[in-house]
């Protein structure tokens, strides 16, 4: 198979997926527009089934395999959202689920993971650690790995996202995507500029880990030394293998955002949009309200809210810190 999705894989993913997940809304988010600069609207992904964007490529992989190769399990390496995707996946067509997670992650995506009955290993190494580790237990067990932004069925899967945007939204300009690993904006690119390739697209990315960036400078993919960013959902050392030239291809712009605009447009979307988004879904408004992103008045945005999961008590210290 190809090691990137092509049009017509995001279009059957799309088929595949629509009886079992949330075809989420387009929502105006009119209270943050003056702010922003633009005309902007909000993609939940937080309202998706395990609250975040994952479950769309885990469960295509997942249908896209013959059942004898999933018999015996499935395991992946996360920091949480993916987890949670993969597992409510894996429990849906009744097959073992393993995860390995960092030390990081946050405590609710590890509770989330365990409800949906998966087995979670916490490892304490960085990503090609624990991708090394869980390669390793899958061949003991005759594991099918899913990787969560490597492989171009679960990229396909992310792509049915932008079909959606197009559909709710035909005439948008600009869409904004968080950059972690790249299987999101790797699918959602593909899907718009192979449908409408006057759309821009924009990769947000922490300046803390601003690997993508950093490679788009170098010209290759180039690995940085991790830093704590508060998007530990984008917390990533080195661009992916497979999604690189997928972005370098379609993604007009990478732009990165500090922690503390991330902040403010955490609590821009609790506050103005009545949203819970956690800092990794909040990045592309917080990039727009700290004036990172060129955009006219009459510029129709979409940012993508890629997940909602996130620890309460963090969250509350967040929204009370600065709150009017």
Not at 117 to 144: L, M
């Amino acid at each position: 198979m190809l090691d990137y999705p092509t049009i017509q894989d995001i279009l059957e993913a799309r088929e595949r997926l629509a009886p079992h997940i949330r075809h989420t809304p387009l929502l105006r988010a009119d209270k943050i527009e003056k702010a922003a600069g633009c005309q902007l609207y909000l993609k939940p992904e937080t309202l998706q089934i395990t609250g975040a964007f994952k479950i769309r490529g885990a469960l295509n992989k997942m249908l896209s395999l013959p059942r004898e190769a999933i018999a015996n399990g499935v395991i992946a390496s996360s920091s949480g959202n993916h987890a949670q995707g993969l597992s409510y996946a894996a429990r849906m067509l009744g097959v073992k689920v393993v995860i390995i997670v960092p030390a990081t992650t946050p405590r609710i995506k590890i509770a989330n993971t365990e409800a949906l009955g998966a087995e979670v290993i916490v490892f304490d190494g960085d990503t090609a650690a624990r991708w090394k580790r869980a390669y390793e237990i899958a061949e003991e067990n005759n594991y099918a790995t899913v990787h969560g932004f490597e492989d171009p069925l679960v990229m396909a899967g992310q792509g049915t996202i932008g079909c959606e945007i197009l559909e709710d939204l035909e005439d948008v300009d600009t869409v904004i995507v968080p950059l972690g690993g790249g299987g999101l904006i790797s699918g959602i690119a593909t899907a718009i500029k192979e449908t409408k390739p006057s759309v821009r697209i924009i990769g947000a990315e922490p300046a803390l880990t601003p690997k993508y960036y950093q490679s788009r400078i170098n010209g290759q993919r180039t690995s940085l030394p991790l830093k704590n960013t508060i998007a530990d959902g984008l917390r990533i050392s080195v661009p992916g293998q497979n999604p690189y030239p997928i972005i370098e291809k379609y993604v007009d712009d990478i732009i990165l955002v500090e922690d503390e605009h991330i902040i403010a447009g955490m609590r821009s979307i609790a506050k103005d949009a009545k949203l819970i988004a956690e800092p990794a879904a909040s990045i592309g408004v917080g990039a727009l309200l700290a004036g990172s992103i060129k955009v006219r008045s009459d510029e129709k945005v979409c940012a993508v809210l890629s997940g909602g999961n996130w620890n309460l008590p963090d969250l509350a210290e967040i929204y009370k810190v600065g709150s009017e």
